[in-house]
């Protein structure tokens, strides 16, 4: 049996076995890696995938499995032996079924570009961005780059029908101009064009540079200035904590919709159809059609991520967000501000910028209280002008505190994603410009 | 397993160029359940089979990996990692040395005492209920409860271009559990994982209800009673789970070389430890500490590392001094030294780089109550819930959900939120005290790309730290 035969005969064979709701999937990837180190090419990675996937109904009971082989006899072992596990187990009581899928959906822009199939040019790329890392004052210049090409076939018992194919394209880029000053970034997209490692290599080369001989700073209440990089992982704990599954595990300090949550300054979507986002699909894991849904509107809590089972458990509307098993986010997009990164650091009497973070970590999911690592430069701002660099601090507050002490958003957005992402974080893709709070709660390691 | 296309690949690698290669083929299965608030989540099982193999070319490192175990497939994807390893050797300044090793054959099967296919699903689920339904009658208000449990038998065949065979199969049992305890407006949560390489026979050494019991218990008096950390510097003693999260944040992570050398710079840092620092002191005499591999049925534990090293005890910190790194081939080829078998990868389909197995704090010769009775005034800290630690390993934080006064030698009232924010070596230096009974505590460690959450246990016995000021929320 090919591997693209598999979808519409599960489906067929599932029903017949007495399945309520089925999905099938199948998919074949080829990515490729370069992992550099000191500006040599530590490894080269090579990945070449098939594979699988059935999610089943049997009155209310809701299994998955993969299907190792593809064969017809092992699709129908697959299938007897879901269905055999499904009668053992009791009812999934709040289970409403799957959404009405589509063998046609609006065409979505930049999530594929033929160059990245067997792209072949990663070692030029790769040697361009240290270069320019080198060239703008690092020492050592160590990253990975990413490429990747998928295509799948998915069928439901509810109407979806469709195939489908992807690139993804990205370059995480750490330049050292000394032990402790460096500077990251991180690029990435579906399409080759404007895909610009000379760029992101120069720019953490130059924050590398200005990070030299870091200061010791006291612990105290700060103004900070949140690069994009860490605004994906700070806010991509709030894009998680917004799936409807991660409230029900009690782990989201989002609570009633209405609520004011935020600085009427910040506004976030999940946009799940944004053309060119990196996490972008024209139809979610059921079949339910992408959309951008308002999370966040000027501050106030608008709605938590639904798929149909979820939204119908809640009344409500479904947000195609499925994650067949939970609801997940897409592309988290921040609407940006109108400040430039001068104006925004020309705003601050006393604080910091923050360009990279990481294990941000959580006391407590549900009142919010969490403390998150800053690593790469951090630089001290005085009356609107930076200082000095300094090193060794942490941001222990709570993030609904965060979200309310937002002032000002720049206005150029970055498209990232947290290689670091800790729980409730799904470590998806946030478009985001860089983030102004005010007086956040600065620690240090105690004498 | 067809063996033979591990074969296929070794010979067909050195056939095209490679001075080393090496392949893992695997075949996993496993199922798993889940409760949530009583709900039974969808479950199910899953089954895979692959091969992962690694070629040095012209002093270059090639990965490749796949799940079509064809002939054709294998040809492909032996000839781009070859092909890819080349094309870096060109452009690369310096050259990968894999430190020689002697060759291995052997089989490492570790048996299951009660076979998870011999559990059916239903009973799988039915002890979740089981738990939940035990938690419930205590009478503590606890809304959220999630609960898993995964079973799963990974079989694994290596071998390389030197002539070493490895078989081993490997049960594995793991259970997690997220729970909120509400008292009022205010809550605590937990997290917990519990894992074993053992088979459904494992959960009896889980003792499950007992622990949950207890937590819920401590989270709902933490709430009602609990009060801030003191200002003033006090000691402070740590239980094996506190002692855990430092001993591998704080000496396994730093310690690993790969992350001294600047491989892991851009995503899980590097480290402050340098290979000069071997032989300097980092703590009080009382403090040792090591990664040992050889522990039985415990998540970090293996015979053979995934180069086909043995595995062996590295005493990484010695009565206070720095002694050992954590080394694969690599790693070791840079310091002109052997490796010490720490070269894990969490499956078929990612390299296998640097990894601690279970790492803890060697025991000493207190008695754990005298480590209390001892303490004219400070804080026990039972567990924890936020930690983190910044990307050299040097600024450490982490914050109780379960922690007591100590006074006059006694267990009093409960305290809130006691943080615990200290430099590495602030926190070996601080202790005076090392208990007698070790105990090792399941995780998953993250590192690598794409990351590989790979299982290991961490722990140690209580510890007495002196003069430290916990910080409050």
Same mark, same amino acid.
């Given at each position: 049996?090919?591997?693209?035969?598999?979808?519409?005969?599960?489906?067929?064979?599932?029903?017949?076995?007495?399945?309520?709701?089925?999905?099938?999937?199948?998919?074949?990837?080829?990515?490729?890696?370069?992992?550099? @180190? *000191?500006?040599?090419?530590? $490894?080269? +990675?090579?990945?070449?995938?098939?594979? %699988? /996937?059935?999610?089943?109904?049997? !009155?209310?009971?809701?299994?998955?499995?993969?299907?190792?082989?593809?064969?017809?006899?092992?699709?129908?072992?697959?299938?007897?032996?879901?269905?055999?596990?499904?009668?053992?187990?009791?009812?999934?009581?709040?289970?409403?079924?799957?959404?009405?899928?589509?063998?046609?959906?609006?065409?979505?822009?930049?999530?594929?570009?033929?160059?990245? @199939? *067997?792209?072949?040019?990663? $070692?030029? +790329?790769?040697?361009?961005?240290?270069? %320019? /890392?080198?060239?703008?004052?690092? !020492?050592?210049?160590?990253?990975?780059?990413?490429?990747?090409?998928?295509?799948?076939?998915?069928?439901?018992?509810?109407?979806?029908?469709?195939?489908?194919?992807?690139?993804?394209?990205?370059?995480?880029?750490?330049?050292?101009?000394?032990?402790?000053?460096?500077?990251?970034?991180?690029?990435?997209?579906?399409?080759?064009?404007?895909?610009? @490692?000379?760029?992101?290599?120069?720019?953490?080369?130059?924050?590398?540079?200005?990070?030299?001989?870091?200061?010791?700073?006291?612990?105290?209440?700060?103004?900070?200035?949140?690069?994009?990089?860490?605004?994906?992982?700070?806010?991509?704990?709030?894009?998680?904590?917004?799936?409807?599954?991660?409230?029900?595990?009690?782990?989201?300090?989002?609570?009633?919709?209405?609520?004011?949550?935020?600085?009427?300054?910040?506004?976030?979507?999940?946009?799940?159809?944004?053309?060119?986002?990196?996490?972008?699909?024209?139809?979610?894991?059921?079949?339910?059609?992408?959309?951008?849904?308002?999370?966040?509107?000027?501050?106030?809590?608008?709605?938590?991520?639904?798929?149909?089972?979820?939204?119908?458990?809640?009344?409500?509307?479904?947000?195609?967000?499925?994650?067949?098993?939970?609801?997940?986010?897409?592309?988290?997009?921040?609407?940006?501000?109108?400040?430039?990164?001068?104006?925004?650091?020309?705003?601050?009497?006393?604080?910091?910028?923050?360009?990279?973070?990481?294990?941000?970590?959580?006391?407590?999911?549900?009142?919010?209280?969490?403390?998150?690592?800053?690593?790469?430069?951090?630089?001290?701002?005085?009356?609107?002008?930076?200082?000095?660099?300094?090193?060794?601090?942490?941001?222990?507050?709570?993030?609904?505190?965060?979200?309310?002490?937002?002032?000002?958003?720049?206005?150029?957005?970055?498209?990232?994603?947290?290689?670091?992402?800790?729980?409730?974080?799904?470590?998806?893709?946030?478009?985001?410009?860089?983030?102004?709070?005010?007086?956040?709660?600065?620690?240090?390691?105690?004498? | 397993?067809?063996?033979?296309?591990?074969?296929?690949?070794?010979?067909?690698?050195?056939?095209?160029?490679?001075?080393?290669?090496?392949?893992?083929?695997?075949?996993?299965?496993?199922?798993?359940?889940?409760?949530?608030?009583?709900?039974?989540?969808?479950?199910?099982?899953?089954?895979?089979?692959?091969?992962?193999?690694?070629?040095?070319?012209?002093?270059?490192?090639?990965?490749?990996?796949?799940?079509?175990?064809?002939?054709?497939?294998?040809?492909?994807?032996?000839?781009?990692?070859?092909?890819?390893?080349?094309?870096?050797?060109?452009?690369?300044?310096?050259?990968?040395?894999?430190?020689?090793?002697?060759?291995?054959?052997?089989?490492?099967?570790?048996?299951?005492?009660?076979?998870?296919?011999?559990?059916?699903?239903?009973?799988?689920?039915?002890?979740?209920?089981?738990?939940?339904?035990?938690?419930?009658?205590?009478?503590?208000?606890?809304?959220?409860?999630?609960?898993?449990?995964?079973?799963?038998?990974?079989?694994?065949?290596?071998?390389?271009?030197?002539?070493?065979?490895?078989?081993?199969?490997?049960?594995?049992?793991?259970?997690?559990?997220?729970?909120?305890?509400?008292?009022?407006?205010?809550?605590?949560?937990?997290?917990?994982?519990?894992?074993?390489?053992?088979?459904?026979?494992?959960?009896?050494?889980?003792?499950?209800?007992?622990?949950?019991?207890?937590?819920?218990?401590?989270?709902?008096?933490?709430?009602?009673?609990?009060?801030?950390?003191?200002?003033?510097?006090?000691?402070?003693?740590?239980?094996?789970?506190?002692?855990?999260?430092?001993?591998?944040?704080?000496?396994?992570?730093?310690?690993?070389?790969?992350?001294?050398?600047?491989?892991?710079?851009?995503?899980?840092?590097?480290?402050?430890?340098?290979?000069?620092?071997?032989?300097?002191?980092?703590?009080?005499?009382?403090?040792?500490?090591?990664?040992?591999?050889?522990?039985?049925?415990?998540?970090?534990?293996?015979?053979?590392?995934?180069?086909?090293?043995?595995?062996?005890?590295?005493?990484?910190?010695?009565?206070?001094?720095?002694?050992?790194?954590?080394?694969?081939?690599?790693?070791?080829?840079?310091?002109?030294?052997?490796?010490?078998?720490?070269?894990?990868?969490?499956?078929?389909?990612?390299?296998?780089?640097?990894?601690?197995?279970?790492?803890?704090?060697?025991?000493?010769?207190?008695?754990?109550?005298?480590?209390?009775?001892?303490?004219?005034?400070?804080?026990?800290?039972?567990?924890?819930?936020?930690?983190?630690?910044?990307?050299?390993?040097?600024?450490?934080?982490?914050?109780?959900?379960?922690?007591?006064?100590?006074?006059?030698?006694?267990?009093?009232?409960?305290?809130?939120?006691?943080?615990?924010?200290?430099?590495?070596?602030?926190?070996?230096?601080?202790?005076?005290?090392?208990?007698?009974?070790?105990?090792?505590?399941?995780?998953?460690?993250?590192?690598?790309?794409?990351?590989?959450?790979?299982?290991?246990?961490?722990?140690?016995?209580?510890?007495?730290?002196?003069?430290?000021?916990?910080?409050?929320?």
């Amino acid at each position: 049996m090919k591997l693209f035969e598999i979808p519409e005969y599960g489906v067929k064979k599932a029903l017949r076995l007495g399945a309520s709701d089925v999905i099938v999937d199948a998919g074949r990837s080829d990515s490729q890696q370069i992992k550099f @180190v *000191n500006n040599d090419i530590a $490894v080269t +990675k090579n990945w070449q995938d098939e594979s %699988a /996937g059935v999610y089943l109904v049997y !009155k209310k009971r809701v299994v998955s499995a993969n299907i190792k082989t593809f064969t017809k006899s092992e699709v129908d072992h697959t299938l007897n032996k879901l269905i055999k596990l499904a009668k053992l187990l009791p009812p999934k009581d709040d289970y409403y079924g799957i959404a009405k899928g589509y063998s046609k959906y609006p065409k979505l822009d930049g999530v594929y570009d033929r160059q990245l @199939v *067997n792209f072949t040019k990663g $070692v030029d +790329k790769v040697q361009e961005a240290i270069n %320019a /890392g080198l060239r703008s004052g690092a !020492k050592r210049v160590t990253g990975v780059f990413d490429t990747s090409y998928g295509e799948g076939y998915t069928v439901s018992s509810n109407g979806l029908d469709i195939k489908d194919k992807g690139t993804a394209i990205s370059l995480s880029l750490r330049a050292l101009a000394a032990k402790e000053a460096s500077g990251h970034k991180v690029i990435q997209a579906n399409v080759l064009r404007g895909f610009d @490692v000379d760029r992101v290599g120069s720019e953490a080369g130059k924050i590398a540079k200005k990070a030299l001989n870091p200061q010791s700073l006291s612990a105290g209440k700060y103004d900070i200035l949140f690069y994009p990089l860490t605004v994906a992982d700070m806010f991509g704990c709030v894009a998680g904590s917004s799936s409807i599954t991660m409230q029900e595990s009690g782990m989201s300090f989002l609570k009633k919709i209405g609520e004011k949550v935020a600085s009427p300054k910040l506004t976030m979507y999940d946009w799940a159809n944004l053309p060119y986002g990196a996490d972008s699909y024209a139809f979610d894991d059921e079949g339910a059609p992408a959309q951008k849904t308002p999370v966040i509107v000027n501050g106030v809590f608008k709605t938590y991520l639904h798929n149909y089972s979820t939204a119908q458990k809640y009344k409500t509307q479904n947000t195609s967000n499925s994650g067949l098993v939970e609801p997940a986010p897409s592309n988290t997009y921040i609407v940006p501000g109108k400040s430039s990164i001068p104006t925004l650091i020309g705003k601050m009497k006393k604080g910091l910028i923050v360009t990279n973070t990481w294990y941000t970590t959580f006391q407590n999911y549900q009142t919010g209280n969490f403390s998150t690592i800053p690593r790469d430069a951090i630089f001290y701002v005085e009356n609107g002008k930076i200082k000095c660099p300094v090193k060794d601090i942490r941001i222990s507050d709570n993030m609904l505190n965060i979200m309310r002490s937002i002032t000002d958003l720049g206005k150029k957005q970055e498209q990232v994603t947290s290689w670091a992402a800790e729980p409730p974080n799904f470590g998806n893709n946030i478009i985001t410009p860089a983030i102004l709070c005010k007086k956040l709660n600065v620690t240090k390691s105690r004498s | 397993m067809d063996r033979s296309s591990a074969e296929f690949c070794i010979k067909l690698a050195q056939k095209l160029g490679a001075s080393y290669s090496e392949a893992r083929l695997e075949n996993s299965y496993g199922d798993g359940y889940a409760l949530k608030n009583g709900t039974p989540e969808p479950a199910g099982f899953s089954e895979e089979t692959g091969i992962g193999i690694r070629v040095v070319v012209n002093g270059a490192l090639g990965f490749a990996s796949t799940n079509k175990i064809d002939k054709t497939s294998l040809k492909g994807l032996v000839t781009n990692a070859v092909r890819s390893a080349k094309r870096a050797s060109i452009v690369n300044d310096q050259k990968i040395v894999l430190v020689p090793e002697k060759t291995c054959r052997d089989s490492v099967v570790k048996k299951q005492a009660v076979s998870f296919k011999s559990i059916s699903a239903k009973q799988k689920l039915a002890y979740l209920q089981k738990i939940d339904k035990a938690l419930l009658a205590l009478g503590v208000n606890v809304p959220q409860r999630d609960y898993s449990i995964d079973t799963s038998v990974s079989k694994k065949y290596f071998i390389n271009s030197e002539g070493s065979k490895i078989y081993s199969e490997t049960p594995y049992l793991e259970l997690i559990s997220v729970l909120t305890v509400k008292e009022g407006a205010r809550t605590n949560q937990s997290y917990l994982v519990l894992t074993e390489t053992k088979g459904w026979e494992g959960l009896r050494s889980m003792k499950v209800n007992q622990l949950l019991s207890s937590k819920v218990k401590a989270l709902q008096l933490n709430i009602r009673k609990g009060i801030p950390a003191p200002r003033e510097k006090l000691d402070v003693v740590i239980s094996p789970y506190v002692a855990g999260i430092i001993a591998h944040e704080s000496c396994g992570h730093p310690y690993e070389a790969d992350r001294i050398f600047g491989r892991e710079a851009a995503q899980a840092g590097e480290s402050f430890v340098t290979p000069a620092m071997i032989g300097t002191r980092i703590g009080t005499d009382v403090v040792s500490l090591v990664d040992d591999p050889n522990i039985t049925g415990k998540a970090g534990s293996y015979k053979y590392d995934d180069e086909g090293v043995p595995a062996r005890r590295k005493w990484l910190i010695k009565n206070g001094m720095i002694k050992e790194l954590l080394h694969n081939r690599e790693t070791a080829g840079q310091m002109g030294i052997k490796s010490n078998g720490s070269s894990r990868a969490a499956n078929y389909s990612v390299e296998p780089i640097v990894r601690m197995s279970n790492t803890f704090f060697m025991p000493g010769k207190w008695k754990d109550e005298d480590l209390i009775k001892d303490t004219r005034k400070g804080v026990y800290i039972k567990s924890f819930m936020e930690w983190n630690i910044d990307d050299k390993r040097y600024n450490f934080k982490s914050v109780s959900n379960e922690a007591f006064m100590i006074r006059n030698g006694k267990l009093c009232e409960p305290v809130r939120n006691a943080a615990i924010e200290l430099t590495t070596p602030q926190i070996y230096s601080a202790i005076d005290a090392v208990g007698k009974k070790v105990e090792l505590w399941a995780a998953s460690c993250g590192k690598g790309e794409p990351t590989q959450g790979i299982p290991v246990t961490m722990g140690g016995p209580h510890l007495r730290m002196r003069k430290i000021r916990l910080g409050r929320r």
